[in-house]
């Protein structure tokens, strides 16, 4: 079978802080379980809503700090007790950042 994938994504494990303008309790936590340029899989306890808009701020180790990325839940699977979620980045402020914070997830592997 043929990877679809646009983009190529790096396995990690990082914090991330979720903002969720939509909700009542609109912050939650997760880690980010995989990175690429197009988006991310995290796993939350917060079940999120397939095409829900988020807002994610995260730090690749001491150098790159990401503040309310935003994205679109493009995928939910519960996991457990906890939810697998797919996120596609709707904009990165600074795409430079982003690439060099992925190759550093690489490079320190």
């Known amino acids: 079978m043929a990877n679809l994938r646009r983009n190529y994504r790096i396995d ?3 914090p991330v802080l979720l903002f969720c303008p939509a909700r009542e309790k609109q912050e939650s936590w997760g880690v980010i379980y ?9 796993e939350t306890p917060l079940l999120l809503d397939k095409n829900e808009e988020v807002f ?7 150098k790159f700090h990401f503040k309310r990325v935003r994205g679109t ?21 600074n795409k430079q950042l982003m690439i060099e914070a992925i190759q550093s997830i690489e490079d320190y592997k």
Do not use: A, W
């Open 34 to 42: 995989n990175i690429s340029m197009g988006g991310v899989k995290i």
């Open 56 to 62: 994610l701020s995260f730090m690749v180790g001491k």
């Open 12 to 14: 990690c494990s990082i």
């Open 73 to 93: 839940v493009i995928r939910v699977l519960l996991r457990g007790h906890t939810y697998e979620v797919g996120i596609k980045f709707d904009s990165i402020e």
